[in-house]
């Protein structure tokens, strides 16, 4: 398939799955809210999701994916399966001996992670409680994420896409009648733990079932240290931090949160909202994005590598541009129809909706992140990105701490987008300098008219929301609210491709063409 028509498949489930993940979401701010329990769990559900995103997801689509990639180009699928044997069995033993030490220490890990909490003793009990209950987790999705990446690598994008709908179904299986019963919260907080260890479980399992189909099931055995594996590791450690980003950033945030009741909450709902253009577009660009770069430049075809890249800008900026504005101007609006019920009150929705919009303002740096780094991580070059991302963390710690008295939550969502931007532009310029990244006259003029596009939609989208006012007050009628919401979306997005149809930007009769163009 083209990878117009990838980008497609793999977004396509991803919304799927960010769907379901709005209903689980909307389902655990009724019966948790925002509360201090909510916040022990949030905190103990991001602990091993930071990992997962830095050892699985860091290590492997940044240093394993570029390293298949060219053993399948020179040595075939069996020589490519023998490399993904010896690396995996590393990977399963150092997720081991984390896993067991965490468990362990859980209590002193936690005081680090979240320091705010330590004042209050029961939400600090709780939270430790609830990070040994999921950290098993993190094994779960380590290995699910492994094993992606090999899929991946070899063209088959849907199992790996598909699988985070398990994780939201399961969730939803349990929350549904925790909404019904009226349990003590933290009964209801136990299961929704034990649930969402269980959704990581079944994400593995099929996984493990189309890697088997394909006949690449890496063999764990041993590991032992020789050159391919040094090489990995030398790529690896640094890929853990700047593959990372954006959860390290997170993680940053939340320990700054931390310092207050209810942030962490707060950044959480909106973290969850914003990360749909993210998850849709960023993903599904960055996921099909390393292995096809990877094979071009194995094989030295540098100006298909170029085009790739090409491409996968002018698609992420074309979705991202305009989603960013959406979110912005509809913040409050989508806020109150997805979450506003049960334990979740008006107030919570304005100050969610201040986080959102603050995120949002990162949301096309947060995607460009994906469209950059592979143009390091698919030259074998991990340290670059590793040195801008930790120029760009140091951004948001600074940003984070001084916004964060005047701002609180929507402090935090800001340094966090303006230290995504700062490592846009340095990835963009290093690539350039290199030779490697370069945007001529014409996608000059294209991102423009894209700019300009996405701000008449968004002042459209505003003054639409202005003259609904009474429809979007609290606790309205919720059909109302969400047929007007869906209304606002349909006419957002009807005026944004017009404009970019009219303007020449990307015909869609083209883009339709481009997603159902096929590789010879």
Known sequence: MSLYRNFMSVG????????????????MAAVLGISPISDAFNAAFRFPNLFRRLFAEGAFNTAFVPMFSGALEKEGIEGARELASRIMSWLVAVILVVTILVEIFAE???????PGFVDDPEKFALTVFLTRIMFPYLACMSLMAAYAAILNSLGRFVASAFAPILLNLVNISALIPLAILTLEARETVFWVAIATLMGGVAQLLLVYLAIR?????PRIRWPRFDPAVRRFWL????????????????????VIASG?????SIIYNADRLYQLPLGIIGIAIGTVL??????????GRDVEARTSQSQSLLISMLLSMPAAGALIALALPVVRVLFERGAFGPEDSVHVSEALIAFAVGVPAFVLIRVLQPGFFSRQDTRTPTILAGISLVVNVLGSLWMFEALRHTGIALATSI??????????????????????????????LIALATLVMALTLWLGVVWLGPVFAPRYNFALQALALFGLCVLGAGLYFAIIHLTGVQKLGGLVRRFRRRKT
């Open 213 to 217: 189909r394909a006949g690449v099931l």
């Open 235 to 254: 790529l690896a450690v640094p890929a853990i931090a700047a593959g990372g980003i954006t959860q390290i950033n997170i993680f940053v945030g939340t």
């Open 260 to 264: 207050a009741d209810e942030v962490m």
């Open 12 to 27: 396509a489930l991803t919304l799927v799955s960010r769907i379901f993940g709005f209903v689980r979401d909307a389902l």
């Open 290 to 299: 390393l292995p096809e770069l990877s094979r071009h430049l194995s094989a």
């Open 108 to 114: 002193p890990i936690m005081t680090v992670f979240v």
């Open 419 to 448: 230290s995504a931007w700062v490592n846009v532009l340095m990835l963009g310029w290093f690539l350039a300098r290199r030779g490697h990244f370069a945007i001529n006259a014409s996608e000059w003029r294209q991102q423009g």
